[in-house]
């Protein structure tokens, strides 16, 4: 069986300064998660044009004009086009794909689930997060692990893959001492099992190199980029992972191979910068920004840790400065997610094991915490609910439901 690519059209495109490449790019981080695949490669994208106020208009073809699921595409691919320098205002249109548009976008997502299995077991309605820096020290990792915790403990089931492979440190920050699994799958091929740990109404789902058998914490892994990069895309690849609504990646510091692969691997990856108030991290920060967005990521935010703390005779200490956080996000072009204040209880509960939001849920970090998760669940990257239209309703009378296939795809 030949796959069954869409005959896709380059967008019509209107104004001359319109980077087609660019925008292109962006949207193909904007996947349909009821049919697992961005809407550039399915053929949606129709026509592209900057009017004479500016704004860039995107027109998208939907497979069928009363999808619910028409607000997800409209939001990502705002966020995702909108990122991009010189843009400023985004205004999304949508169209209705043609009876032969239609049929041959449902043959792809025929073969995609059947014959062409995706390289990951993240299911397309996972909402991943890559938790970056500029350079190491700012609590990048301490940032993820108590957002992390705090999703799960909101009823998600939260993936949490330690993509700094030389530094890991998860199984520390969230109290893990199990190993992960190995097991091998009907066609052979061993696959690995995340150490999975209950939190309130939900559950952590943790992969990294400290919890594979034989790691030793104080031995150094002395593998050069590609290694790292490649040992990365076998915790991609070759996970198990199940259902998830959130995947946040605690992303080395700096810019390196890690950063660019998984601009390869993961397109649809929003990224949030880390960073303290302090000039110096503020402008490594922006250098992280900058390669997240050269490999047509979308930049959703930033964090500031160890902010400025109140003290209890109503000072304020500002130990590595203010406004590093704010300048930060001004300069290129995002919100300022969350100001996490220095608090000496959360390095005194991550050498514990258990987060701060856990530890201690009344400090002033832990409120910040959970500010900050409010953010992500009702802005940054609200779950992705696949509701029942129409076009599933065709896929599954028509014998092709991607669930199902997929399962015959593994038993196979």
């Not at 690519?5 to 300064?17: A, C, L, M, Y």
């Not at 550039?40 to 208009?57: C, I, N, P, Q, T």
């Not at 350079?135 to 949490?160: E, F, M």
Request: charged fraction near 25%; hydrophobic fraction near 45%.
């Amino acid at each position: 069986m030949t796959d069954p690519t869409p005959n896709v059209v380059d967008p019509t495109v209107e104004g001359d300064d319109v980077d087609t490449a660019a925008i292109v790019n962006a949207l193909r981080g904007v996947i349909d998660p009821e049919l697992g695949d961005n809407v550039v490669d399915l053929g949606m994208v129709k026509r592209l044009e900057r009017s004479a106020d500016r704004a860039m208009h995107v027109t998208i073809a939907l497979t069928t004009a009363g999808c619910p699921l028409r607000a997800q595409l409209m939001r990502d691919a705002k966020a995702r086009v909108g990122s991009l320098p010189d843009i400023d205002v985004v205004k999304i249109h949508f169209g209705e794909m043609t009876a032969d548009e239609r049929s041959d976008v449902m043959a792809r997502a025929r073969w995609t689930a059947r014959d062409n299995a995706l390289k990951t077991d993240i299911p397309p309605t996972c909402r991943i997060l890559a938790i970056s820096s500029g350079k190491g020290g700012v609590g990048k990792s301490t940032v993820t692990a108590n957002l992390a915790v705090l999703l799960a403990d909101r009823g998600y089931t939260v993936g949490v893959l330690d993509a700094d492979v030389g530094g890991f440190s998860m199984p520390q920050l969230l109290g893990i001492d199990s190993e992960i699994e190995g097991q091998r799958a009907s066609e052979g091929k061993a696959v690995m099992k995340p150490v999975s740990k209950p939190i309130g109404d939900g559950a952590l789902r943790v992969v990294s190199m400290g919890s594979i058998a034989g790691t030793n914490e104080t031995e150094a892994i002395m593998w050069r980029g590609l290694m790292l990069n490649r040992a990365v895309q076998h915790f991609l690849e070759d996970v198990k992972w199940g259902e998830l609504d959130y995947l946040l990646i605690d992303m080395p510091p700096g810019t390196s191979d890690i950063q660019m692969g998984l601009a390869r691997m993961l397109p649809r990856t929003d990224v949030v910068i880390v960073t303290t108030p302090a000039k110096a991290a503020q402008q490594v920060a922006a250098r992280a920004a900058d390669m997240a967005r050269k490999g047509y990521l979308r930049v959703a935010g930033v964090i500031e840790n160890m902010g400025p703390s109140a003290n209890p005779d109503g000072t304020v200490t500002a130990m590595f400065g203010s406004g590093g956080g704010q300048r930060l996000a001004g300069s290129i072009g995002v919100p300022l997610l969350a100001s996490i204040p220095l608090d000496t209880t959360v390095a005194a509960a991550g050498d514990a094991g258990t987060p701060v939001v856990m530890e201690n849920p009344d400090s002033a970090a832990s409120a910040a915490y959970r500010d900050l998760a409010d953010i992500v669940i009702t802005d940054v990257a609200p779950p992705i609910e696949i509701a029942e239209c129409s076009l599933r309703g065709t896929l599954i009378r028509a014998g092709a439901d991607l669930d199902g296939a997929r399962a015959r795809a593994e038993e196979r």
